[in-house]
């Protein structure tokens, strides 16, 4: 059983940043591929961003290059998203997921979710 919680969501003006944590249950952390996805109102979840266990891969979506950051510090069991130039179309829950093992190749298939985090741009 894997527990995520996310934190770090709030309410900001367009072209301000924000870091997103998501904290995880687990010695076998640094094991895990870790992802985040949103969900806008009335609209399907979608994948932001992932990162490998060994930190060596990371892949995002086309609308956040550039301008998002995923990370890992496998001490802390804590996987992070630091957004900047935030634009109101990033308004969205914002979800950390895990893909532990037996690890799937890429695309990822995530195992367990967190109950997500708000995000809000105003503009």
């Known amino acids: 059983q894997v527990q995520l919680v996310e934190s770090g969501g709030g309410l900001v003006q367009a072209g301000g940043s924000l870091r997103l944590s998501c904290a995880a249950s687990?010695?076998?952390?640094?094991?895990?591929?870790m992802g985040w996805f949103r969900q806008a109102p009335g609209k399907e979840r979608e994948f932001v961003a992932a990162i490998s266990w060994s930190g060596g891969g990371r892949y995002y979506t086309d609308s956040v290059k550039g301008r998002f950051t995923i990370s890992r510090d496998n001490a802390k069991n804590t996987v992070y998203l630091q957004m900047n130039s935030l634009q109101p179309e990033d308004t969205a829950v914002y979800y950390c997921?895990?893909?532990?093992?037996?690890?799937?190749?890429?695309?990822?298939?995530?195992?367990?979710w967190g109950q997500g985090t708000q995000v809000t741009v105003s503009s």
């Open positions: 687990g010695r076998t952390f640094s094991s895990y591929h």
């Open positions: 997921a895990a893909d532990i093992p037996p690890r799937s190749s890429w695309p990822y298939e995530y195992d367990y």
